[in-house]
């Protein structure tokens, strides 16, 4: 059984995604953010970098496999099931390409773009602005290669799958979607995936459920 610890954040969602589209089943444990818990020690046990998401992998024997970072989580879920990542080149090489983009691209970029224009106790217009113009060059990565092919590497999968939340998150905030046709069209696909109809709708009930 996988014990998923995460939040409703873009790098939350991903294990949750993957999770429902493989059909794996897993327990789903909200470490609330907004209130420091993934720094407590039960969380710091799980990650010692005190961040969302993290899971713990249980065998019916009794033991255990932990895993953090979203993008280890997905690969690790998917090299154990088999599911949802290409074993023949070039599609493998791919797939892992578009993952390892998001983790130092999309991720970093949009996230300090959001904590400068929203976040910051001080507008600072040159930090802003230089977030804004990475995150947008990204998102134009994206959608040119989505105005070639239906998913990021072959069938859809582990790299839809790790660039989705962040792709819909920052042509949202950015008011960007206009801009970027193919990518919000792709966007908009995922969304309409029962998976992730499925995975989010379970997110936001037990986030629901937490604060009451």
């Not at 130092?104 to 230089?130: C, S, V």
């Not at 206009?178 to 009930?205: C, N």
């Amino acid at each position: 059984m996988i014990d998923l610890y995460t939040w409703t954040t873009p790098n939350g969602e991903k294990p949750v995604l993957f999770l429902e589209e493989a059909g794996i089943d897993y327990e789903l444990k909200l470490v609330d953010i907004s209130t420091g818990a993934q720094k407590e020690a039960g969380f710091l046990a799980v990650n010692p970098n005190g961040r969302i998401p993290a899971i713990v992998d249980r065998t019916d024997e009794g033991g255990e496999t932990r895993v953090f970072e979203s993008g280890s989580i997905l690969l690790y879920l998917a090299e154990k099931s088999g599911k949802l990542l290409p074993q023949a080149q070039p599609h493998r090489a791919e797939a892992l390409s578009w993952m390892f983009f998001q983790a130092g691209g999309t991720g970093p970029m949009i996230g300090q773009w959001h904590h400068f224009n929203t976040a910051a106790p001080e507008k600072l217009p040159y930090a802003i602005d230089r977030y804004a113009k990475e995150s947008r060059r990204l998102l134009g990565v994206l959608d040119g290669r989505l105005a070639d092919f239906e998913w990021l590497a072959g069938d859809y999968g582990i790299a839809d799958i790790m660039n989705f939340s962040w792709a819909r998150s920052g042509i949202e905030e950015l008011n960007a979607r206009s801009d970027f046709p193919a990518l919000a069209e792709w966007v908009d696909r995922i969304a309409r995936r029962d998976s992730v109809v499925r995975g989010l709708g379970r997110l936001k009930a037990a986030k629901d459920e937490l604060q009451g």
